[in-house]
């Protein structure tokens, strides 16, 4: 290839380029952009501080209560199987489980001493989680995939619509458990979930949650999560939670591994 053919497509690459990101900040995309209320920063439901819980005994009391809120309303068959896992964990005889997961959808936005960055663009809201994980919401008008496709994962698949500055969610295909009492809280693959999210003030998010579950639960389980605005952090600080993971599973035992040279 001459000199000459190679500043040629230097040129056309380089135009290529232009091209997608002028596609990308269209005037259009600005206008919707604009349109968008900033959810920037970190959020989180209670100022659990360093000591990771509240301080204050009112708050105190709540965060409390709110871990107390985790347990599903299961119907009967699906409660009797949680009876026997939580009877079973205070007998100490069932395996351990590797920590330090993420946490998955729905139990990031339910447990109470999570924090969230938000990210909000026209494609799509992002949530960054302290625990670990990201949760996408798309809403770029895309579906859901049929259920013959669809993938079950940790975070399920989130499809949102604006309704002025409400983000409305759903989200299916999740298959990550909630945590209540010290052992696994499952639900179906039958799991829906709704959300209508929106800010009170600069300050506050709301998320109207609707959990809909026709095999585990016994009725819609409804709640509204508050979320309060993180002063002075602008996004989520890395977090090393087990460092180099020196405690593997052996033989359903936890053990203890030399460190890493």
Not at 29 to 39: D, E, G, I, S
Not at 149 to 175: C, K, M, Q, Y
């Amino acid at each position: 290839m001459t000199s000459w053919s190679r500043i040629a497509w230097t040129l056309v690459a380089c135009l290529c380029v232009g091209s997608a990101r002028g596609e990308l900040n269209s005037t259009q995309r600005l206008r919707a952009f604009a349109k968008l209320p900033n959810w920037s920063g970190v959020w989180e439901r209670f100022d659990v501080g360093a000591e990771d819980a509240p301080s204050d005994p009112k708050e105190l009391a709540e965060w409390i209560k709110a871990f107390r809120n985790l347990h599903p309303p299961y119907n009967a068959d699906w409660e009797a199987k949680f009876k026997s896992a939580v009877m079973l964990r205070k007998q100490r005889v069932t395996p351990p489980t590797k920590s330090c997961t993420p946490l998955g959808f729905p139990f990031a936005m339910l447990f109470p001493s999570e924090m969230m960055q938000v990210i909000v663009t026209p494609e799509e809201t992002t949530l960054l989680f302290y625990t670990g994980g990201a949760r996408h919401i798309a809403t770029d008008g895309r579906t859901h995939p049929p259920p013959e496709e669809r993938w079950f994962t940790p975070w399920g698949d989130s499809i949102g619509r604006w309704e002025g500055e409400v983000l409305v969610v759903d989200t299916v295909a999740s298959n990550a458990p909630i945590s209540a009492e010290g052992v696994a809280a499952p639900l179906s693959e039958k799991l829906q979930v709704t959300e209508r999210i929106r800010a009170l003030d600069r300050n506050t998010l709301q998320d109207q949650m609707t959990i809909l579950d026709p095999v585990a639960l016994a009725h819609p389980w409804v709640m509204t999560l508050i979320y309060h605005h993180v002063a002075n952090m602008p996004h989520i600080l890395d977090r090393d939670c087990a460092e180099n993971d020196r405690n593997p599973i052996v033989d359903g035992r936890i053990s203890i591994a030399p460190p890493k040279p």
